[in-house]
């Protein structure tokens, strides 16, 4: 549940932080990192956010390490 407050997943969204992967980028490929912004919830509320965020926009497969 922290970890979805820390990064402002609205559980709506279907992301519930519970599985972890790990990958190797390969050294030219483009990420975007960042801080979780603030989330308002439908019917009141906020997911404060705050925490660090990585965004790839496309994931290769063969990137997963076992």
Avoid: E, F, H
């Amino acid at each position: 549940m922290q970890a979805q407050i820390d990064s402002a997943l609205n559980p709506a969204w279907g992301n519930t932080a519970t599985n972890v992967a790990t990958i190797r980028v390969p050294a030219g490929t483009t990420i975007y990192d960042g801080v979780a912004a603030a989330q308002s919830l439908p019917g009141g509320g906020t997911l404060l956010g705050g925490d660090s965020q990585v965004y790839i926009p496309k994931v290769n497969p063969d990137w997963l390490v076992p």
